[in-house]
């Protein structure tokens, strides 16, 4: 059973900002919250981790609510590349390496 | 730094015979994992090593399917008598703990 709740699918424009929401209702005070993505023919890839408040890296930012129940990946002017899916991931626990990926995000970019 | 390599991309089989898939992990990474992949059930843990050790093989199919990681820089994953449901995108990651995981192009097996 997937820890955490995304919308199945979003479509943007290239050049336009994109938030990516993630609902993790039950995360426990050990977990972490990961955001990978996976684009056709390749294995998923890392953009991103946080714990709490605000996280910013070169690919993207990450928003975590104060209660830590919802995340929100944040992609800057997406473009053609970006279109993949984005799997949000909780874990953190003894079992931290056994990742359980849901049906994630699949982002459509238009030109 | 390369990345995960495994090879074959590609692996074409007759059902039973038998594949073998291999994972060279990122130097210096002490776990290894095995993942498979299909479009109707998506992203699933198969194995995992830390530092050549198997910890945990709960998401192996007991029957057929074998992992073994012989030294630090290499595992592979062994398919014996292989069936049409087999048939996936097998994916390798490695990672220097517990956390942040670094995966491979995948194997896609088709069995025909």
């Known amino acids: 059973l997937a820890k955490t709740t995304q919308p199945p699918s979003m479509e943007a424009y290239e050049g336009q900002e994109v938030n990516v929401s993630c609902s993790h209702t039950n995360i426990a005070t050990s977990e972490y919250i990961y955001w990978y993505r996976q684009v056709p023919h390749q294995g998923p890839q890392f953009i991103i981790q946080?714990?709490?408040d605000y996280v910013v890296n070169e690919v993207a930012s990450l928003f975590i609510s104060a209660d830590r129940k919802l995340s929100t990946l944040s992609l800057p002017w997406v473009s053609l590349r970006d279109a993949a899916v984005y799997y949000c991931i909780v874990t953190g626990d003894t079992n931290a390496y056994k990742v359980i990926f849901g049906k994630g995000t699949h982002l459509h970019v238009l030109p | 730094n390369a990345g995960v390599i495994q090879t074959p991309r590609h692996k074409v089989t007759g059902k039973g015979q038998e594949a073998t898939l291999w994972c060279e992990p990122i130097?210096?990474?002490?776990?290894v994992f095995w993942y498979r992949q299909t479009i109707v059930q998506g992203l699933e843990f198969l194995t995992y090593f830390r530092n050549q050790a198997p910890i945990d093989d709960s998401g192996m199919p007991k029957e057929r399917f074998s992992a073994q990681m012989p030294n630090q820089s290499h595992s592979t994953l062994k398919i014996q008598s292989t069936q049409p449901q087999d048939s996936a995108v097998y994916l390798c990651?490695?990672?220097?703990?517990?956390?942040?995981?670094?995966f491979g192009p995948g194997t896609r097996l088709t069995v025909l």
């Open positions: 990651a490695s990672s220097r703990d517990n956390y942040e995981q670094y």
């Open positions: 946080g714990y709490k």
């Open positions: 130097s210096g990474h002490s776990a």
